[in-house]
């Protein structure tokens, strides 16, 4: 069964740390993306990749950033965490092929920012 | 630039009763356009999607969405609900993008509640 890991269900940092959110995805798919559901809001995406070392800005990275070293590993790296970061953040795959626009998702990672 | 509105943020309909959850996007180029549900505490997944060809399309636990040009709309329906369906609905918009990539647009979602 295909599967996209998120390293944490939930996690609790303090103001100013600095947090690492993993993704992990078994597909070989070539894009992966990291999004933040907040209610009332939808989800908004924060940055993806379409290739290993390769990055692009969503529309709201600011105060995130990301890496990518290998293709099946997606970080998402708050710098310094604020209240206003706390949120579900979602990372999904999805392949380049025509046809192949479906995007698979993990489970979500509930953030609390203290 | 393309966006997704999403109308009602909460809809309420008895077990059995047909389910209407609407949609309406804006896109510079011809769409591609998704619905995902999410249940609670799990990630999204895909009900359905519409790229080319017939603009009535059928998905996942008897949902179905028609593509309406004219109207720039792709509502969700269902014609009886169940208790299972509820959950929350996102729709989405895709274009092509950077590198080979679709790049989805999300609304801002739809809960869906069914009473007994």
């Known amino acids: 069964d295909v599967k996209v890991t998120q390293s944490s269900r939930y996690l609790v940092k303090r103001t100013g740390e600095k947090v690492f959110l993993e993704c992990v995805q078994d597909?070989?798919?070539?894009?992966m993306f990291w999004y933040r559901q907040d209610p009332g809001l939808g989800l908004r995406l924060i940055y993806f990749?379409?290739?290993?070392?390769?990055?692009e800005k969503g529309d709201i990275p600011e105060g995130y950033s990301v890496s990518r070293e290998k293709k099946e590993r997606f970080s998402l790296i708050l710098e310094s965490a604020s209240t206003n970061q706390t949120s579900m953040y979602l990372c999904?795959?999805?392949?380049?092929?025509?046809?192949?626009?479906?995007?698979?998702f993990g489970s979500g990672t509930q953030l609390s920012v203290l | 630039a393309q966006s997704v509105t999403q109308l009602g943020s909460h809809v309420s309909v008895s077990e059995g009763a047909l389910v209407l959850l609407r949609c309406n996007y804006s896109?510079?180029?011809?769409?591609?356009l998704f619905w995902y549900v999410q249940y609670p505490n799990q990630g999204l997944q895909l009900l359905l999607k519409?790229?080319?060809?017939?603009?009535l399309v059928k998905g996942i636990n008897g949902f179905e969405a028609e593509f309406k040009k004219s109207e720039t709309s792709f509502h969700l329906t269902k014609p009886s609900a169940h208790m299972s369906d509820a959950a929350e609905y996102f729709c989405?918009?895709?274009?092509?993008?950077?590198?080979?990539?679709?790049?989805?647009?999300f609304g801002r979602g739809t809960s869906l509640i069914v009473h007994p």
């Open positions: 999904a795959s999805s392949s380049s092929g025509v046809g192949d626009e479906k995007l698979f």
């Open positions: 597909m070989d798919h070539e894009n």
């Open positions: 990749s379409y290739d290993v070392k390769m990055k």
């Open positions: 896109s510079s180029v011809p769409p591609y």
């Open positions: 519409y790229t080319t060809g017939a603009t």
């Open positions: 989405a918009v895709t274009i092509h993008a950077s590198g080979g990539s679709y790049i989805p647009t």
